[in-house]
């Protein structure tokens, strides 16, 4: 997967035009709110058409205008492919090769990337709810399928948390409970078995890079902790039928409390530096390696199960990461192609072959 050339129009604070990058290390250099986040925010937005930064498409329609587009040239799937995304009033326009389409979802079954920005720290730094987030989104884009079976997960886990809460007032409506549940741990199972085949794949990938990145000196550990019992080696059916007997078992706190107290919306993952908590024990460069390695093996794994190098764009990644870790982003990064954004001087001077871009109140230049 390769950007071939990325086109704006009122987008942000970007002037209007577009760049051609090379397929290699593409670094976007300058002071900071000069709009380098927006350039890797707009080739995001081609992923699905969500933006990392806001739920809101308004923001990033540029100040007094009352639309924003965008367009895309890429190689996917082995040929040459054209995108358009445009935003106006509330309402998203996607044209692939020439075809509308219904939604913009259709965007995620053609071109792919993978992001890191500051927010994902949060990663470490949060709870739980973050690296669910993490997992879930990485699965959902890599099928559409995945997105479903999530969607479908959450929509009877708001709908027995509703009837749990009127059993409190209608003690008889708990007859219909295992009706719910035949659902809820139906997709939940499904759920659970998606998130531990990807962190396998996660694990490996994230270790390796890790490795890559600290120059030997610290090995990163991942692992799926699921609020009961263990399913790391389990089958679908196998995990239905474990987190049914708990939905079972838990019924009278669940009604009590008036929540679904197990399953996969309560599970965590853990990470771990030279086997210690990476939360409490890392260092600030520590934990942005670490979240980093799991960013680029996300893009490992989308590359293995896609058969195709997703693009990989690193905003504000080398502050805070000494000069080995620097150098491995900036030139040890093969087969695929990167967008890095950096305020440092000595950060562009430190790539040996690729392509350097400024960008000052929006303009942006080779």
């Known amino acids: 997967m390769k950007v071939k050339k990325i086109g704006f129009k009122n ?10 990058p090379c397929d290699g290390v593409n670094v976007i250099y300058g002071d900071n709110a ?17 933006s990392f930064r806001t739920s809101k498409d308004s923001e990033v ?11 895309l040239d890429f190689f996917g799937q082995g040929r040459d492919q054209q995108a358009t995304l445009k935003l106006l009033g509330g309402k998203k326009t996607v044209v692939i090769n020439g075809v509308e389409k219904n939604t913009a979802s259709a965007l995620i079954e053609k071109f792919c990337a993978v992001v890191f920005s500051p927010e994902h720290l949060n990663l470490i730094k949060r709870g739980p709810g973050e690296r669910r987030r993490f997992i879930d989104s990485a699965i959902c884009r890599e099928k559409l399928q995945n997105a479903v079976i999530l969607s479908r997960y959450n929509r009877m886990l708001i709908q027995r948390n509703t009837l749990l809460k009127d059993i409190g007032r209608k003690p008889d409506l708990e007859d219909t409970l295992d009706i719910w549940d035949a659902q809820l741990t139906h997709f939940g199972s499904l759920l659970i078995k998606k998130r531990l085949d990807y962190m396998k794949m996660l694990s490996e990938k994230a270790a390796w890079f890790h ?20 399913y790391e080696d389990d089958d679908a059916e196998t995990i239905r039928q474990k987190y049914a007997e708990k939905c079972k078992a838990n019924r009278k706190n669940d009604i009590n409390m008036g929540i ?34 799991l960013k680029l093996a996300e893009a490992a794994v989308l590359r293995e199960r896609m058969g195709e190098e997703p693009v990989i764009l690193l905003d504000d990644v080398l502050s805070e990461l000494d000069s080995g870790r ?9 087969d695929c192609q990167v967008f890095i954004t950096c305020c440092e001087r000595s950060n562009k001077e430190q790539l040996r072959e690729g392509k350097i871009f400024s960008v000052a109140n929006g303009i942006i230049s080779q």
């Not at 000069?34 to 969500?50: P, R």
């Not at 329609?61 to 367009?71: C, P, T």
């Open 260 to 293: 679904t107290l197990a399953g996969p919306h309560r599970d965590d993952v853990e990470i771990l530096i030279n086997g210690k908590n990476a939360k409490a024990f890392a260092s600030q460069g520590q934990q942005r390696s670490a979240v980093l390695s």
């Open 11 to 20: 987008f942000r604070n970007l002037e209007d035009g577009s760049i051609s």
């Open 34 to 50: 000069q709009g380098k986040t927006n350039l890797i925010e707009a080739i995001w937005l081609f992923c699905g058409g969500h």
């Open 61 to 71: 329609i540029r100040w007094n205008e009352d639309y924003s587009r965008l367009d």
């Open 211 to 230: 490795s890559g990145i600290s120059k030997g000196k610290e090995a990163l550990g991942i692992r799926y902790i699921p609020t009961e019992g263990f």
């Open 326 to 334: 620097q150098d491995f982003l900036l030139n040890e990064l093969k």
